[in-house]
């Protein structure tokens, strides 16, 4: 009877799936779509803004997708995120005039869409050389996607924004020169462009999104014009205006410390750095704002100050690698500090009380060993450093009095064998520091006067004895170049 009555209703719902304009008919729509390599489906999105007919997903092996206006009566609207994401055989795609809504990151790791053919009476988008453009009126125009961005690359002036996703997953995209027509930098605009090593954000950008730069882990220089209002920058570090909130650091790995003086950790900030080991945290930080470590799936210790008063949504939100927390206060303290949801993971971990950070001082860590150096007289040698761990690089500068010169200069370590020194362009002279102290022993002498030489040579003209006048030339040599001659006539009488 039970199996009668599920029977029953399945066939009402496909009966009524079957009737023309009715809700659940449109729901369950899936169109298939022929085009050059496969096909693309098309579905009803009727449960959010916007609404309509969207593309929303795409074979693998498409080549050129022509999206058509109108199918079966209805207007295609849209082209749904992740519609052609990571389609690496499509090379070109058709968009016509119907499109209104086109949703970041739907050509996300097309890394071979060379061709963007845009429909002239579209009113919302528009294409040129690969890339696909946002232009809802005349002066504002933006960068919406551009998948086969490779190498060194450049957006023309004029173009307002960089849009969402716009560069996402352009693995071969090395550098990118912003005009500064550029007012702002969507969110996801350069998600996990890891080829990506430099970026140089000029004044007129004044609106960047977090995170932006997520998983660009080889993004180890930002340069921003000092006359930008909003941001500023350190090496692989994206700052505020003023430093205090760390914006961007995507390249971070290994033990890294976030320099003093930031008092705000921002949102994203570090976002998918699965290099990342250790972090220590400065004691002027009081905020870490939502996800700012999101992604670091190998972060394995923190530290942090007992200045922290908030910890926001998601900010370690990690795959269990984090095993120790090493915090400045007391227990008391850290259970006052405000944990929004879903960090876990810090409490998941051991947490160290009263501790500014893990012990690092181990019998492997090299002990800086001294220079001496040894007195001598008519000169001084300095050194810098005074003492050095081994392998690091010791200068000597020599001074001698005057009239007198270095003559000799040898670096001994604490057995006596000799260390070599290289003498440098400046006339310093460095070496590479033992594991032991080492000796500096220098001699002077007086230095070898260097003039100028004169020579002299004599040419003798006899021709003109016969009148008893005898002529002769005086040749004049200045350390063996011929200065000036000089002519002398004799009378015999």
């Known amino acids: 009877m039970r199996r009668k009555c599920i029977s029953m209703l399945l066939a009402i719902v496909m009966a009524l799936s079957l009737l023309p304009g009715t809700a659940l008919a449109e729901e369950k729509e899936d169109i298939v779509y022929p085009v050059t390599g496969g096909n693309i489906y098309i579905h009803l999105i009727d449960d959010g803004k916007p609404q309509g007919y969207f593309v929303y997903k795409c074979d693998e092996t498409v080549t050129k997708a022509d999206i058509p206006g109108e199918i079966n009566g209805h207007t295609i609207n849209g082209i749904d995120e992740d519609a052609f994401s990571d389609c690496t055989n499509l090379t070109s795609v058709t968009i016509p005039a119907e499109i209104e809504y086109i949703m970041p990151g739907c050509f996300s790791g097309c890394s071979n869409l060379t061709e963007f053919v845009v429909d002239e009476d579209n009113a919302s988008y528009s294409a040129e050389n690969g890339i696909l453009y946002s232009s809802w009126y005349a002066d504002f125009k933006r960068v919406l996607a551009y998948p086969s961005a490779t190498g060194e690359c450049s957006i023309s002036e004029g173009i307002i924004g960089i849009g969402n996703c716009a560069f996402q997953n352009c693995t071969g995209l090395t550098g990118l020169t912003i005009p500064s027509s550029v007012t702002s930098i969507g969110v996801y605009a350069f998600q996990n462009c890891t080829g990506l090593t430099s970026l140089t954000i000029p004044a007129s950008v004044t609106d960047i999104e977090a995170p932006a730069f997520g998983g660009c882990v080889n993004l180890t220089n930002f340069s921003v014009a000092a006359d930008n209002p909003n941001y500023s920058a350190d090496g692989s570090i994206l700052y505020n205006k003023d430093k205090t909130t760390l914006l961007a650091c995507s390249s971070a790995s290994g033990a890294f410390t976030v320099p003093n003086g930031v008092t705000s950790i921002g949102r994203d900030a570090f976002e998918d750095c699965t290099g990342l080991v250790s972090v220590v ?129 040898t670096v001994t370590d604490a057995g006596g064998k000799a260390v070599a020194t290289s003498k440098q362009s400046d006339g310093t002279y460095a070496f590479t520091m033992p594991a032991s102290a080492v000796t500096v022993q220098a001699s002077f002498q007086e230095a070898k006067q260097s003039g100028t030489a004169f020579t002299f040579d004599f040419e003798f003209d006899t021709s003109s004895m016969a009148g008893h006048i005898l002529t002769i030339k005086i040749i004049v040599y200045m350390n063996g170049i011929r200065l000036l001659d000089i002519p002398v006539e004799l009378s015999l009488s």
Do not use: M, R
Request: proline content about 6%.
């Open 281 to 409: 945290l400065p004691t002027t930080l009081t905020t870490i704002q939502w996800a700012a470590f999101q992604g670091c799936d190998n972060l394995s210790e923190v530290t942090i100050p007992v200045s922290v008063i908030k910890i926001g949504d998601f900010a370690f939100n990690v795959w269990g690698s984090l095993t120790d927390v090493y915090y400045a206060g007391s227990e008391e303290q850290w259970n006052a500090i405000d944990f929004s949801d879903y960090n876990n993971v810090l409490f998941n971990a051991t947490i160290h009380y009263n501790s500014t950070g893990p012990d690092i001082s181990t019998p492997d860590t090299p002990a800086a060993n001294p220079v001496t150096v040894a007195s001598a007289s008519h000169g001084t040698v300095t050194t810098s450093p005074a003492s050095a761990k081994a392998g690091e690089t010791v200068t000597l500068t020599a001074k001698p009095e005057q009239g007198y010169e270095l003559s000799a200069l």
